[in-house]
């Protein structure tokens, strides 16, 4: 039995989708907001995602995006925009599929087989494990929009200066490196006339306040004793 996930906050919508997929023989999981979406992505490990665009706490081409990173399972958007412009940022970002509401069942139903169906021919015939969830390259507890500027950590924004976010830029874009204080120096000098070894560790310790569940004990932003910093996943 194929699962599927529905990432959709429309009661009406979604609840339509879950009935028909359910009477087709799919197991359907569905969140209602893009935060759950990403935790049932790797509890629930789907081997495809229904993803809204329109969603309470995320842009939905943020999210596909986010997905995308950890994931190489099938998507298909389900969105009520119809311009082209709206589905090739989509299909950039890497969904496989874009559905415009109202749409048939059936036409879902036949393109979510055609895509299950692409996908493991796929896989068993370069020999390769189903990549349901991977640890990939990137966090799903975070996600960085470069256009405007904003950190997302476990699907909510978080308020941040200048000068941290382009030190929390540089840190999650090359995760594991070890920065030297002078490294991080250098690279916030022209943004930040005031920088120096100083401020370098207050940008870091307020930076850990505001991603870090603990942080006393960090997760992402590592000291690498006599050293300096770095980014881990």
């Not at 495809?48 to 309470?56: E, K, N, Q």
């Not at 966090?139 to 256009?147: P, T, Y």
């Amino acid at each position: 039995m194929d699962k599927i996930l529905l990432i959709e906050d429309d009661d009406i919508i979604g609840g339509m989708i879950c009935m028909y997929l359910k009477e087709e023989g799919f197991f359907v999981l569905r969140t209602l907001n893009g935060q759950d979406g990403l935790a049932a992505l790797r509890d629930f490990n789907p081997e495809l995602i229904l993803l809204d665009l329109i969603l309470p706490d995320y842009d939905g081409t943020e999210l596909c995006n986010s997905l995308r990173r950890v994931t190489q399972v099938p998507i298909i958007i389900i969105s009520s925009n119809s311009e082209v412009s709206e589905k090739i940022e989509a299909f950039t970002v890497g969904a496989d599929d874009y559905l415009t509401k109202p749409f048939s069942m059936h036409e879902m139903k036949a393109r979510i087989q055609a895509l299950l169906r692409r996908f493991k021919q796929t896989y068993s015939t370069e020999g390769l494990p189903s990549p349901l969830f991977t640890e990939a390259a990137q966090s799903v507890d975070f996600d960085i929009n470069l256009e405007k500027r904003i950190l997302y950590v476990r699907g909510e924004p978080i308020e941040m200066t200048f000068s941290e976010f382009e030190l929390i830029r540089l840190l999650y874009e090359h995760p594991e490196r070890v920065y030297r204080r002078e490294d991080l120096i250098n690279a916030l000098r022209g943004f930040d006339s005031f920088i120096n070894d100083r401020a370098i560790d207050v940008h870091i310790t307020n930076l850990r306040r505001k991603i870090e569940v603990n942080p006393k004990e960090p997760k992402y932003i590592r000291t690498v004793w006599g050293v300096g910093y770095k980014f881990v996943l």
